[in-house]
């Protein structure tokens, strides 16, 4: 059983994870285009 807020901030920082990855990949493509 995990309280509520855990399970919040654990779905909070997957979406930010989520946020990271995506900006990595743009900062590698425009990297390697520029």
Known sequence: ?????LTSTRSVLSKSLTYLWRILV???VI???A
């Open 1 to 5: 059983k995990f309280p509520k807020s």
């Open 31 to 33: 990297g390697i285009l």
């Open 26 to 28: 743009l900062l590698a």
